[in-house]
């Protein structure tokens, strides 16, 4: 079992930026390739970044790119998620998600583990 806790989500301001964190515990972080997601009410879950167990390779949603950053510290047993330039579409929650596979999956059905998410509101 993986424990994954998001935090760092808010309120900010169109153009501001928020640096989520997701805390995992459990089995060996560096075992697993790491994503985020993100859902709006009433749609599916959209892939937003993923990233790779080393944390040597990145990818991005074309809706991201260019804005968002995800790294991750496996000394620290965390990923995280750098978003600036937020738009007041980029308003929903955000999960982070674990799997263990070797390559990084933009389906949320490929992932093992989740948080409980965290909620971004940009206002305009």
């Known amino acids: 079992q993986v424990q994954l806790v998001e935090s760092g989500g808010g309120l900010v301001q169109a153009g501001g930026s928020l640096r989520l964190s997701c805390a995992a515990s459990g089995r060996t972080f560096s075992n697993y390739a790491m994503g985020w997601f993100r859902q709006a009410p009433g749609k599916e879950r959209e892939f937003v970044a993923g990233?790779?167990?080393?944390?040597?390779?990145?990818y991005y949603a074309d809706s991201v790119k260019g804005r968002f950053t995800i790294s991750r510290d496996n000394a620290k047993n965390t990923v995280y998620l750098q978003m600036n330039i937020l738009k007041p579409e980029d308003t929903v929650d955000y999960y982070c998600a674990a799997n263990s596979r070797s390559y990084i999956s933009g389906s949320p059905r490929e992932y093992d583990y989740w948080g409980q998410g965290t909620q971004v509101t940009v206002s305009s």
């Open positions: 990233i790779t167990r080393s944390g040597g390779r990145t």
